[in-house]
């Protein structure tokens, strides 16, 4: 018996019906083991030695492989064909080869660009061993990644309170986004105008030119400054009737069609034309790879997805030609074939570009075994594949100038006409923004000949206004990384997702925005970290791992290299005080936060106490906005730009009146968790009493009288009827609510709460847990779709933590903004993924290692701050990836008093530093 290793038992599945009875193919499901979860596992000072460890989730498929190999004639090991699937085998083979598995069983490596049966059979026929290049330029990535974020991350926990990790390439990727957003805010607007007329060609047919010169002179951009500026070039033109046509210019171009599907471009077009992010692209490419059913065989519908390869097969060549002649005919199919070569400089080790493994497969054939999803992706791929092997398009391009009778004034009228498709008949590129030219669109111009005398119609002067550069999408982030060599793409995925995870950037419409925490990263690593943030020294460092995986340099030469510099700079840190950082920080990001007023006054004045200075203050839980005059005057906000995107335009503190009662000051007042009101100043050495703002409350609709209720709270609503005791209506951390005894009900809002009688109070108490949220009959989970691991349904609702999926007894909590009506399956499935590997579960709703179902969302305790695990590369206890609640935190005390064990140390977490994930 022969024994072959994948990755995925769906890729286990195909292949075996691939090779027969006389092997048994089982999958390792991923990596079998990673760094050691704990400082220390890249020791730089023995000579970069590295400590791994197997993980839960590898140790019941190492066991199925164990048992296999008993007896067996040979282990082939066929993991994916790049660096990272040359590191699963090699791991697996160190792994069984210290358990003496592999001793006595010969290990062969094979590799193949696609999953079909003449592919895999090809390579079983040629195996090689484990390419110790590839796997010493994977050790090295994983080095620096590793040491990268374990060395880096508590600098910026101690120095930056709040902050989260760093990564290596992460950071990169972030200050490409702030950098972005610092050119919008920067950008002035310039003003500048247009005229077009409308005019009727001698045939009747209509057309459209624009002023291009002027009493003789040519226009530039800005020439037409202001309306009045315009008009008179409009009175110009209306007096200089009537028009002739002075020349008319045609032009034919060729263009070509662009190389098929590397994964970076893949990426990219997925997103403009599909709307798929970088991970969902993904996740639908390699189901794709790893095979669908067919009429009842498994076949792989694509090649590899993980290359830069833009290279086609000469049967892939040969098979595009053969389709193109007989579906479009001879005229669509070039001369020569067309052979694409790979121009980037650090292109990854896969053999092909992304193309279907049989072209023949057409999308309307196969798209009755695919979900949506899974046949827009392989149409698009098939689409580019095609049109990357046919003939040119043809297009004319004319040229009207039109000139006034008193030649005051000259107008062009330019158009395109698409003589012959060629490739366009099957694919045409997106543009990342509207405002990039689209050579492709038709704009037709009516038969026009020197001297023709059209009909001038309306003149038009239209305003314009400069527009900042657009913010990133996934797309243009992807291609942009991709241009400046940073990163790999198959690892693109993964870094966009680790930036939305530790809140350095959000998506709005599809573009990338930086969180205000984001940015204080950003100016902290470009403040004290230069040059790890910059883009040729990122992009060197892809570079030197290239040259290792090529045999060309050592790795650890590489590491050393790097390590000696990147300690040094990290030394340098220790003696950095926190006031240094925020005198920097401040310096940095006041014209973000703190930007010019339309009105002229100082920004930075302190609105409360008029005579103190705003400027950004460091405190436990991150960074806010406070008065230089603390202690005197308390003034503080959230950290935002005032009265921008996150604010709520409110400042200082506003005072609603006296109480009638106390004859104290009430007042609205603003501090670092939010709106609050407050009475008087309290004596001295005790606090005033303070509550705070109810969510539906804006401040402007804050009333004297609204503001004495809130502080009265809780209220005595009546005594029930049914025991006699005392029914309360109160406002907590989960918003309004009703109290009686130990029963607690939440209320629709503070119009409830303020006004609510004990008659629909006891209707309200009466009513079961879990029927009302907020007043409201408790809505019914929303079926999502079905998991593809077994079938069994994905559900999303709202529970008491906020907005979850659930699958089986498996809930994940949605971001914070996430509503569970609209939440995709493919979404779903990735937040339940992340559930269940936190949680040592296994996807499919399968349960863990001692039998026991992973627990929900909300029942996870955050670790405190300052433990270790807190410490990790994640950062996670300081506000990580996916934080319980916050009413988690606060638990009831046990009324048995259980006896106290000695606490474990936590182990952090290595992985959260690392921007590439395992495969």
Not at 598 to 605: E, H, L, N, T, Y
Not at 713 to 736: I, W
Not at 836 to 862: C, N, Q, Y
Request: proline share 6%.
């Amino acid at each position: 018996m022969k024994v072959v290793i994948v990755e995925s038992p769906a890729k286990a599945k195909t292949i075996n019906k691939y090779l027969g009875s006389d092997y048994t193919v089982l999958a390792s499901y991923g990596h079998v083991r990673d760094l050691k979860e704990k400082d220390g596992a890249v020791e730089p000072d023995n000579d970069f030695a590295m400590h791994w460890e197997v993980g839960d989730r590898a140790r019941r498929p190492l066991g199925e492989i164990e048992r296999a190999l008993k007896g067996a004639e040979t282990l082939y090991l066929a993991t994916d064909p790049d660096r990272e699937g040359e590191a699963i085998s090699w791991h697996l083979q160190q792994v069984l080869d210290g358990q003496k598995k592999v001793r006595t069983v010969p290990v062969k490596r094979v590799v193949f660009n696609e999953i079909t049966k003449s592919a895999v059979l090809e390579a079983m026929r040629n195996p090689r061993d484990v390419d110790t290049n590839l796997v010493d330029a994977y050790m090295a990535r994983r080095a620096l990644d590793y040491l990268v974020g374990f060395t880096l991350s508590p600098v910026l926990w101690r120095k930056l309170p709040g902050s989260k990790s760093a990564g290596r390439v992460q950071s990169v990727a972030l200050r490409l986004i702030c950098e972005r957003e610092t050119e919008i805010e920067r950008f002035k607007p310039q003003e500048y105008w247009t005229v077009d007329v409308a005019f009727t060609a001698p045939n009747g047919a209509g057309f459209n030119a624009r002023l291009i010169e002027l009493d003789g002179r040519k226009l530039d951009k800005f020439d037409l400054k202001t309306e009045a500026d315009a008009q008179r070039a409009a009175a110009t033109i209306v007096a200089g009737d009537p028009f002739a046509v002075g020349s008319v210019e045609k032009k034919r171009i060729r263009r070509n069609p662009l190389p098929p599907f590397t994964t970076s471009t893949l990426q990219q077009e997925a997103s403009r034309k599909l709307g798929f992010g970088a991970s969902r692209t993904m996740r639908l490419a390699q189901q794709l790879y790893e095979g669908v059913d067919l009429d009842g065989e498994t076949v792989g519908l694509i090649t590899y997805m993980r290359t830069d390869s833009v290279t086609l097969s000469q049967e892939a060549i040969a098979a595009a030609r053969k389709l193109i002649a007989q579906q479009f005919g001879q005229a669509f199919l070039p001369e020569q074939p067309r052979v694409w070569k790979t121009k980037a400089k650090n292109a990854q080790e896969a053999h092909e570009a992304i193309r279907p493994t049989d072209l023949f497969r057409r999308p309307e054939q196969v798209a009755a075994h695919l979900d949506a999803d899974q046949r827009r992706l392989y149409e698009l791929i098939w689409r580019r594949t095609v049109a990357s092997e046919m003939e040119s398009a043809a297009i004319d391009l004319t040229t009207v100038d039109i000139v006034a009778g008193d030649r005051k004034s000259v107008l062009r009228a330019s158009g395109s006409v698409i003589v012959f498709d060629g490739f366009l008949a099957v694919y045409r590129e997106d543009r990342d923004d509207p405002g990039e030219a689209d050579d492709d669109e038709s704009r037709l111009l009516p038969p026009l000949a020197e001297g023709d005398r059209p009909t001038r119609g309306a003149v038009t002067p239209e305003q314009h206004f400069t527009q900042p550069p657009p913010r990133y999408s996934e797309a243009s982030l992807v291609k942009k990384l991709e241009e400046l060599g940073i990163g790999r793409p198959s690892t693109y995925a993964s870094i966009i997702e680790v930036l939305q995870h530790r809140g350095y950037v959000r998506i709005d419409k599809r573009r990338f925005i930086p969180e205000d925490r984001g940015r204080l990263v950003t100016a902290f690593l470009e403040r004290y970290f230069p040059r790890y943030v910059q883009y040729d020294f990122t992009a060197k460092v892809e570079e030197d791992l290239d040259e290792i995986s090529g045999g060309r340099a050592n790795w650890k030469d590489v590491l050393r290299e790097f390590w000696q510099a990147f300690s040094a700079a990290v030394g340098e840190t220790k003696e950095l005080k926190i006031s240094d950082v925020i005198d920097a920080l401040d310096a940095e990001l006041g014209p973000h936060f703190f930007p010019e007023r339309s009105d002229g006054r100082d920004p930075r004045q302190c609105p409360t106490c008029g005579d103190g200075r705003l400027s950004i203050k460091l405190g436990k839980f991150g960074a806010f906005v406070g008065c230089s005059r603390y202690p005197d005057c308390r003034f503080t906000r959230q950290l935002a730009v005032d009265g921008g995107e996150g604010g709520d335009g409110f400042e200082g503190t506003k005072t609603l009146g006296v109480d009638p009662v106390s004859n104290e000051v009430v007042s609205l007042r603003k501090g670092p968790y939010g709106l609050y009101l407050q009475l008087g100043e309290g004596a001295e050495g005790t606090k005033p009493k303070r509550v705070s703002l109810p969510r539906d409350l804006t401040p402007d609709a804050v009333t004297l009288d609204i503001a004495l209720k809130l502080l009265a709270l809780p209220r005595e609503v009546g005594v029930h009827p049914a025991d006699g005791k005392v029914v309360q209506a109160g406002l907590g951390r989960f918003g309004p609510y009703l109290k009686h005894g130990n029963e607690y009900r939440s209320l629709a809002g503070t119009e409830d709460l303020l006004t609510i009688g004990l008659n629909r109070a006891v209707d309200v108490l009466a009513q079961p847990k879990g029927a009302r949220r907020g007043g409201a009959p408790a809505k019914p989970l929303r079926q999502v779709g079905a998991h593809p691991a077994d079938g069994k349904p994905i559900e999303a609702g709202v529970g008491r933590y906020g907005p979850f999926v659930k699958y089986g007894k498996t809930y994940a909590n949605l971001p914070k903004d996430g509503n569970p009506d609209e939440i995709t399956l493919e979404d779903a499935i990735r937040l339940i993924d992340e559930r269940l590997a936190k949680t040592g579960g296994v996807s499919g709703g399968r349960r863990g290692r001692k039998g026991k179902s992973a627990p929900a969302a909300a029942e996870v305790k955050p670790a405190k701050s300052g433990t270790k695990v807190a410490k990790a590369a994640g950062g996670k206890a300081a506000g990580g990836d996916t934080p319980a609640p916050a009413s988690v935190a606060a638990k009831p005390k046990s009324k048995t008093k259980a006896k106290s064990k000695p606490k474990a140390k936590a182990k952090p977490k290595a992985k959260a530093a690392a921007d590439e994930p395992a495969a």
